[in-house]
């Protein structure tokens, strides 16, 4: 089934299919817009499944769901590596996580790594295209003094650096306040989520001088503490074990529910359905593409059916995350796409869209969309490839090369088993030597991980 109403939405594994109210994707020839502003949102560790529109059977999301209908949905969507920080160097480079020091880091948990300044980014490209650029929420891609989104082509921050932080105290895993603007720390007491919220809808109604812009929002729900808007009692044990020298206190072992997690997925959707109204507010919705997407599979609480695997790992429900596309200028509403797509592809569509080309020294991993969503041209099959500590896969076409923590290398027909179960190895063992080569092949060009 395809994006309906919340009451109605259908289980996970019928999401994969238009419904109704959805048709399989047709570019619209012919159409010009100035180049757009781009919004690019970011949950944290949201499932594939966790959003109506995808099949959670209890998490209600209108606001993600009416992006659908307006838009296009994407069914066989990827991010760039199964954990935060390494997508999001997928997404600001456009290339392999395994590419960059930094992005070996699986995530970021320390000030030693981060993405490195002089490396172009999908901001700083933009930037240099005439575009104005920020981000709002989580960076988790350094630390400083070395590492910020504005040594990395963003005229703006504000945020957090760490991966997680108690959402009202602001405190980050091993006690530090982490709340910032620019470089500065900025104290603001109030639930993450409203402020967040708050400040991106302010950003989308500025006057930006004429320029288009670029605005990626992070937001940090709905990653662990198990926090929602009101828990103040939670949020004053967490903080306090924190400040007693608790490592794991973020990590919130013996909180949460599914009806907490609920609760910061439907505060997600309404905190995007604010900063969207504010946009149509602003007069620029028709011109600005809004993208939205996870950073990576579902963790504890997230609705997974029927994939396997949560984040951290290289099965479906680990690294397959909802991708929604709208630019009301330039695509029509109402579609669903099953054509396999990644992170870095969405920074090699932006460029071009942006009239933006990728420093020749850094070439792009990801492929354009542009030509598929624009002008109806086939997106050629290839390889989507992925690499953690113990993990390894890559996808061609319907199917998928897997190798887990056992060791074992493993072959699925994904059009069929999308759960990963039914495994063809013994059946096509030439299909598997081919794809684990070219698996092999892509990994020799990456950095190897340290120790």
């Known amino acids: 089934m395809g994006v309906a109403a919340p009451a109605q939405a259908a ?142 082509g963003w005229d703006e921050f504000f945020g957090n650096f760490s991966g997680a932080l108690e959402y009202y105290s602001k405190l980050s895993g091993d006690g530090r306040y982490d709340l910032y603007e620019g470089d500065a720390e900025y104290k603001d007491l109030r639930y993450y989520t409203r402020i967040l919220t708050e400040r991106a809808g302010e950003y989308v109604s500025r006057d930006h001088g004429g320029k288009p812009w670029l605005l990626n929002l992070n937001f940090t729900t709905p990653h662990w503490p198990w ?35 609920q609760q910061m997925v439907e505060d997600l959707d309404r905190s995007i359905g604010e900063v969207l109204q504010a946009l149509k507010r602003s007069g620029q919705e028709e011109d600005t593409l809004v993208f939205f997407s996870s950073d990576n599979g579902g963790e504890r609480f997230s609705h997974n059916w029927p994939l396997t695997g949560n984040k951290s790992s290289l099965q479906e ?89 056992t060791g074992r290398d493993q072959l699925f027909n994904l059009a069929g088993d999308i759960r990963e179960q039914a495994d063809k190895a013994a059946l096509e063992p030439a299909r598997l030597a081919e794809l684990r080569a070219a698996w092999e092949n892509t990994n020799a060009g990456l950095l190897p991980y340290p120790g």
């Open 11 to 152: 289980p996970a594994a019928e999401a994969q299919h238009a419904g109704p109210q959805e048709r399989e994707f047709r570019a619209e020839r012919g159409r010009r817009s100035r180049r757009p502003n781009i919004l690019f949102i970011l949950g944290d560790d949201l499932g594939w499944a966790d959003l109506s529109s995808y099949g959670s059977p209890h998490i209600k999301t209108p606001n993600l769901d009416r992006l659908a209908r307006q838009g296009v949905r994407f069914t066989d969507a990827y991010s760039g590596s199964a954990t935060c920080s390494p997508t999001r160097f997928s997404l600001y480079t456009g290339r392999y996580p395994g590419r960059a020091k930094g992005g070996l880091a699986e995530p970021i948990a320390d000030t030693s790594v981060g993405l490195e300044p002089t490396h172009p980014t999908l901001a700083s490209l933009l930037r240099g295209s005439g575009y104005a650029t920020a981000l709002i929420g989580k960076w988790h891609c350094g630390f400083l003094p070395d590492y910020s989104p504005t040594r990395s």
């Open 317 to 405: 429900g680990g690294i397959r995350v909802p991708n929604i596309v709208r630019w009301p200028a330039r695509l029509d509403g109402g579609q669903v796409s099953h054509v396999p797509v990644f992170t870095p592809d969405w920074t090699a569509t932006l460029l071009e869209l942006a009239g933006a080309r990728a420093h020749p020294a850094y070439p792009l991993d990801g492929v354009s969309l542009a030509g598929y969503l624009l002008r109806g041209e086939k997106v050629a099959e290839r390889n989507l490839f992925w690499r953690v500590r113990g993990e390894r896969a890559l996808r061609r076409g319907e199917w998928k090369y897997y190798r887990g923590k």
């Open 227 to 261: 926090i929602a808007d009101g828990d103040t009692e939670a949020s004053a044990e967490v903080t306090r074990r924190i400040k007693a020298g608790d490592r794991r206190a973020l990590w919130h072992e013996d909180g949460g529910s599914i009806e907490k997690y």
